[in-house]
Each structure stands twice: as C-alpha cells, then as structure tokens.
C-alpha cells in the first residue's frame, strides 16, 4: 500500500489553465503539507495543514489554494497557471500535531507540472 | 531565521570509496530536529534519520553514519563503502515551526 499518493505524476498543460493536483496518505498522520520543488531541486514548503486546519502559508501566490476535506487528503488547486509554476510539487505527512514539523515527513512520489 | 547549508553541490567517486557529506546549520531555537533525505534518480523522497538537538551521538545504521556537533552546527552524513545504488541527491533539512532543506549534494557513485 503506498503511504502517501499523488495523482497525477504528470501535468502538461497551457498558461492560464486550472489545474488540481491531489494528496492522500493512509498513514493516519494529522499534518500534510505541499512542496514545491524547481529545476535546480531547491526545495521550499508552501503550505501546512494540520486536522484540516492551515498552519503554514508561505509566500505563495494566491493563485494557490489548498484544500484539506479530511485530515487524510490535502489537495492543491492551481488558477491562471504560468510558466513559473512548472515544477515538481510534492505532498508530505508527519505525524503530531501544532505548528512544529518536528516530526519526520514522508512524501509522495511527486507531481511534475509543465506550463506551456 | 534559519538556514542550512550544504557547502558541496556535487560530489563523484568511484564504488567502495567513503563520501562525507557536509551539512551546517543555523538556527537560535534551543530545541530544533535535523533530518537528512535521499532523492534517488527516481525522483522520491526518502527519510532517512531524525535527530534532536539534544542528542549528539553519532548514530550508524548499516553503511550510513551521522554526526551531530552542537559546537560547530554541523550534521554530516557518511556513505561508507559506496555502491551505485547511493548516487543521489541528499538534502539535510532543518525544522523549528517549518521544514528549511538545503540545496542538496548530488552524489555519483561510477562502478
């Protein structure tokens, strides 16, 4: 069983487009976050929920919106889709609770998004 | 504010040699967590050791060791007896209220 999954994989797709990316992990975990990952693999957290409610929201464009319906999914809905979003963005859950990633995260396999 | 620094962007060696990898850290919390993480070329993320700041003893799991210096904000990982199955990039990673990764060192590993 995979612990935490994306879908889709892959995301091709033309600028000004919508896209929904989605997570889920059936590791019982209460926090989920999104990363986005660019082309020199710089890793940086973009959102944090934990039991659906958001805790992190980094410097994101509002264009982002994450969406938690449960404390088991965490999906990401991107509006007006620009070339600078292509990336790797991906899903991760760690168990605990309140603001502090103290705990280790685990991650899906990672959405690759290509604006055209 | 907090920052990671992993000094060596790319390192090659030939199969059976030890790498280091560096890592130094900053951070004013007394209570923080370090984390290393492999990205194999796959493109997964792979956890691989937690460790709190109040432990700083070194750590081993099979070819793979850490060491945790409080005094110098270092947590280097040791890869000994390499394989190719090791090429990767490795990010260290720090936490307070969020995850802060380095920018990672991409290891190759030549039979």
């Known amino acids: 069983d995979t612990a935490v999954s994306q879908t889709p994989k892959y995301l091709v797709t033309q600028m000004g487009n919508d896209k929904s990316i989605k997570c889920e992990q059936n590791?019982?975990?209460?926090?989920m976050y999104w990363y986005k990952q660019d082309s020199k693999k710089f890793l940086k957290i973009m959102f944090s929920?934990?039991?659906?409610?958001?805790?992190i929201n980094e410097t994101v464009p509002n264009r982002f919106s994450p969406k938690s319906p449960d404390k088991a999914h965490l999906n990401l809905h991107i509006n007006s889709l620009e070339l600078g979003d292509s990336a790797v963005y991906f899903c991760a859950s760690s168990q605990g609770g309140g603001s502090r990633a103290d705990y280790e995260q685990y991650f899906g396999p990672g959405t690759r998004l290509t604006v055209t | 504010a907090q920052k990671v620094t992993q000094a060596q962007t790319e390192i090659s060696v030939v199969e059976k040699e030890d790498v280091t990898l560096d890592c130094v850290y900053e951070?004013?919390?007394?209570?923080?967590?370090l984390f290393w993480y492999k990205q194999p070329p796959s493109g997964e993320l792979v956890f691989l050791i937690r460790?709190?700041?109040?432990?700083?003893q070194n750590e081993i799991s099979g070819r793979y060791s850490w060491n945790f210096q409080k005094s110098t904000s270092s947590f280097n990982f040791t890869i000994t007896a390499s394989q190719v199955v090791d090429s990767a990039v490795y990010f260290c990673a720090l936490n307070d209220y969020k995850l802060s990764f380095g920018a990672g060192t991409t290891v190759t590993v030549r039979a």
């Open positions: 460790r709190n700041s109040f432990d700083e």
């Open positions: 951070t004013r919390d007394t209570t923080y967590y």
């Open positions: 929920y934990n039991n659906k409610e958001l805790i």
């Open positions: 590791l019982g975990h209460d926090t």
